[in-house]
């Protein structure tokens, strides 16, 4: 199955979440997408040690998946993109939806 998944919260705990489930679908043979926007992009700079999204991020690229993050969302932020935010457009995630099977947003 093909999941897309669209994280839009810059709270840690929700974050850690979503990318905790992108992981374990992951696992089970999915094929999943990750797209940050609006605080969402914020993701790294929330994490905690508790919850700690930079971490399940990591997991989540060293397994195959791919993220990707509004560029004019970053970009209204003052941020860089980067290896675990790439700068993408509303097209990437136009795609993730009309690929996928299952769209979950948090």
């Known amino acids: 199955m093909k999941i897309g998944i669209v994280i839009a919260s810059n709270d840690a705990e929700t974050c850690w979440n979503a990318l905790r489930y992108g992981n374990f679908a992951f696992g089970q043979g999915d094929e999943v997408k990750v797209f940050f926007m609006g605080k969402g992009v914020e993701y790294q700079k929330v994490s905690t040690d508790k919850f700690n999204t930079v971490d399940q991020a990591g ?3 060293q397994a195959g998946g ?5 560029g004019s969302c970053i970009e209204s932020r003052e941020q860089e993109g980067s290896d675990m935010c790439p700068i993408s457009t509303m097209k990437d995630m136009y795609d993730i939806v009309k690929e996928s099977d299952k769209v979950v947003t948090f």
């Not at 791919?66 to 509004?70: D, G, S, V």
């Open 59 to 61: 997991k989540f690229m």
């Open 66 to 70: 791919k993220i990707y993050a509004c």
